[in-house]
């Protein structure tokens, strides 16, 4: 089943987004130029060469760090709003509303189940009440097969259950946009290809956008879309099926 | 459980230092203020080990040992007050003692009524003793003050204020902090002190009442009646006030106020320390929620629900360890006093205390940054 908005018209756009680190003889173009469109129900995947500046926009892109000149318009419940002319208390409303992460390291708290590092979210980010939040956290996890491993702790979960986690995390509440930097790179390829079709799931049921970074080719037959970037200049590739 | 408190179990090797700490300072505060509140016991003694409900004797007597001499003819005011059912006389006076082997002590006098029963007299005295102070210039001393006065060898003789006397009896448990306690009977006591007590004057009345409640209102008109030239107490309020008296005349309470200062010192410091690096060490995580929208006071509440935590268990330990040294101070004859008050503001302090610490710990929470997790 494919989302039936898929490409109609973007829900996040980069437009002309220059970033630079340092400055004087240090000073380096992290990104140059970059134009984006992300669509709803779409999987994106960001590839290219180490410091190019994949980690960079995707941070712009997010509403995590801030661009030196370019916008960032995400759709907010049907307007476009510029990310980075928001206040701070703006965007972190926005980032809590419509954002969800996921990284290389799974970041869990040691000390929590695998259902309450969902409900966390939950009960922190919307106010949600206990039963609630519990019920919603099964849900997800149940979803992302992880059922059984509700009440453990990460210590007591494998590599790639700590990923399903941390991406059960990222999508309880349910984001407009998912950003996903080098999801899979600490696992191995059978659960590397676990999460990459959780992230097609998200983006293709759930209808979320969805941005990956990573270096890794065997992603891309699993992807709708490829983004290559070089030196802070960003190029659509065509995926081999095209 | 709360998110903290599951935390501060999971993590507990490296809470420890920081519950310790709390443990630390709680049980230094609480020992340090219960020592002193048993030691300063002392200066009250008269009072504790007497049955009067009512003292009455000059006014505003900041303490047992220092009210003036009043007129006998006070026993009509106290008598003839409703609810009053006895009055009597009673002397508590400093004297000169003279050991046999010669050198002299300051010591107290305390005399009252050595009828069996009377308010005067002291409860540890048994009857016989009673019986032995009827015979002109006997006293009875505490045993621990024997050696002091001299009285430890030989037939018991000594002088009081240049005149003779022999001991018929010690107790127990009476020890003293300056002056010795010697008891005697008011015809002893008159006779000994002289001119330094007017005629027809004593230190105190001690009254009895039909109940306690009966007496605090006693007390209440007495004073307002009688506020000129007479002073009333509850033994209660007499028997706390004294030791309060010395408490603050000694400069003590500064030497508790200085242990229990840095006792806190120390432990917030390792407290602050110990949440610093735990929360520092769930960084991570932490920037994942700020991340997903997190807003950061809610990350800083859970710290401080953290310290909350380390604070209370650390007191609940501290709880047991209070009580083994108190009844090890008991073995090498230290009183410590550990009353409800003391435990309570010993808890509220440290619990504050941790609290403070959590609060310090903040740092470590402004310094998350979500941008970190990128690679
Ligand atoms: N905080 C920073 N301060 C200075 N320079 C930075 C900072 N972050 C990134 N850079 C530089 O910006 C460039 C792009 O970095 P970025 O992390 O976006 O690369 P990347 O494509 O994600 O690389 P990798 O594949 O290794 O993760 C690099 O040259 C990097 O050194
Ligand atoms: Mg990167």
Known sequence: ??????????????????????????????????????????????????????????????????????????????????????????????????????FQGYNLFPALTARQQLEIVLKWGEGAGPAAAKTRADEMLDKLGLAKNRHKKPAQLSGGEKQRVAIGRALVKNPSFMFADEPTSALDWENGQKVIELLRDAAHQRGASVLCVSHDHRLLPFVDVYYHLDDGRLERRALPSE | MSYALQTLWHERA????????????????????????????????????????????????????????????????????????????????????????????????????????????????????????????????????????????GEGKAKINGKDVKLVGTVKGLKSLAAPWVFCSLHTARHLLGFLLPPDHVTYLLA????????????????????????????????????????????????????????????????????????????????????LGIPRWRISLMVLMQSFWVGIVGIVLSYPACLALKAAARQVGADVDLRWEVLAGTAVVTVGMALVSGLFALRSVRQIEPMTLLR
Request: aromatic share 6%; with cysteine.
């Open chain 1, 1 to 102: 089943m494919r989302w039936a908005g898929s490409s109609s018209t973007p829900s996040l756009k980069g437009v002309k987004l220059v970033r630079t680190f340092g400055d004087g003889t240090t000073r380096r173009a992290a990104l140059q130029v970059v134009d984006i469109d992300l669509f709803p129900g779409q999987l994106a995947l960001l590839m290219g060469p180490s410091g190019s500046g994949k980690s960079t926009l995707l941070a712009v892109l997010s509403g995590l760090l801030q661009p030196d000149s370019g916008q960032v318009l995400a759709d907010d419940d049907g307007t476009l709003r510029d990310v980075w002319a928001l206040t701070d208390k703006e965007r972190e409303q926005y980032r809590r509303k419509h954002a969800g992460f996921i």
């Open chain 2, 208 to 291: 009895r009442c039909e109940s306690p409640a009966r007496a605090k209102e006693v007390v209440a008109e007495l004073k307002e009646r009688h506020a000129g030239d007479m002073g009333a107490y509850t033994a209660e309020e007499f028997s706390t006030g004294s030791r309060l008296y010395w408490l603050l005349r000694t400069k003590a309470g500064i030497a508790i106020g200085y242990a229990a200062l840095l006792g806190l010192v120390v432990g917030s410091v390792i407290t602050a320390q110990t949440l610093y690096s735990a929360t520092a060490a769930n960084a991570k995580e932490f920037a994942i929620l700020l991340a």
């Open chain 2, 14 to 153: 490296r809470y420890a230092s920081g519950v310790l700490a709390v443990t630390f300072s709680a049980v230094l505060i609480a020992l340090q203020c219960g020592l002193m509140l048993g030691l300063f016991k002392i200066t009250s003694i008269p009072i504790d080990n007497t049955t009067a409900d009512i003292w009455v004797g000059s006014t505003a007597v900041p303490s047992v040992d220092l009210g003036k001499p009043i007129p006998m003819s006070y026993l009509s005011r106290v008598q003839g007050t409703p609810g009053v059912t006895s009055v009597e006389p009673y002397i508590a006076n400093f004297a000169n003692f003279t050991r046999a082997s010669g050198g002299t002590e300051l010591c107290f006098l305390l005399a009252g009524q050595i009828d069996h029963g009377s308010a005067g007299a002291a409860v540890p005295l048994s009857r016989e003793q009673l019986d032995a102070l009827t015979l002109p210039n006997s006293i009875i001393v505490d045993e621990s003050d024997l050696k002091r006065l001299g009285l430890d060898g």
